[in-house]
């Protein structure tokens, strides 16, 4: 929730460089939420909502993910098909298939995907055996908390030695999941996973982005 990233703010910028998981584990009629925050330095907040904006990648280096894709727009389930990507307020949306997997369980389902450049990705299940619902939520405040040094991509504006400023500020990632498993009797061992799962997907997106960055630097 946002008000829950306020109040945890000045405890985030304390803790620089280290990473928080706060879990709680509640009866599966009620569900469940693991979250995770991290402060990301030398990383703009558009390089990280890209590369989690990019989920037909996600097979290739989220951890427990065996296959995603991207689905095409007439399968959509959860809006009308001839509506357009882009909703009313600007934000994009549309759909995924993700398949995840571990010793306990695997599941593929259906995640609805809205984006809002560069500040919030959200998935949520729309199909699916195992969770009755589940919702990931990823957020990215600039450390210092200006906006305005950003233009409207969150790209850094003016020179080069401003950009560089805005980059080495640091952005707070926070991620989230909450989830409701349908069969109680798997409720606990889902939960064991996904506290380890919130624990690792931060590191595994910020390692992400300076692979591509590197990549990049290479090719130039």
């Known amino acids: 929730a946002v008000g829950d990233d306020a109040r945890d703010g000045a405890g985030a910028r304390s803790g620089a460089g280290t990473a928080r998981a706060r879990g709680t584990a509640s009866s599966a009629a009620r569900g469940t939420r693991f979250s995770a925050r991290k402060i990301v330095k030398g990383l703009t907040r558009r390089a990280l909502y890209d590369v989690v904006r990019d989920v037909g990648a996600y ?7 065996k296959g995603s894709r991207v689905t095409p727009r007439e399968t959509w389930r959860a809006r009308a ?3 357009d990507a882009e909703t009313a307020d600007g934000r994009e949306y549309f759909e995924a298939d993700l398949e995840i997997g571990f010793t306990v369980f695997n599941e593929k389902y259906t995640s609805a995907v809205t984006c809002e450049a560069p500040r919030m990705v959200q998935a949520r299940s729309v199909k699916s055996g195992l969770f009755e619902n589940m919702t990931t939520t990823w957020r990215f405040t600039p450390l210092d908390g200006d906006e305005d040094e950003e ?4 790209r850094a504006k003016g020179d080069d030695a401003k950009a560089r400023e805005v980059t080495d500020g640091g952005v707070i990632v926070d991620f989230e999941i909450d989830f409701q498993v349908r069969d109680p009797m798997h409720a606990a061992a889902v939960s064991m996973v996904f506290d380890d799962v919130a624990n690792s997907q931060i590191n595994a997106f ?3 982005c300076k692979q591509l960055a590197l990549n990049a630097a290479r090719k130039t």
Not at 59 to 65: G, L
Not at 151 to 154: C, K, N, P, R, Y
């Open 206 to 208: 910020e390692k992400r």
């Open 59 to 65: 097979c290739e280096f989220v951890p427990f993910c």
């Open 151 to 154: 233009d409207e991509d969150g």
């Open 81 to 83: 098909r001839d509506e």
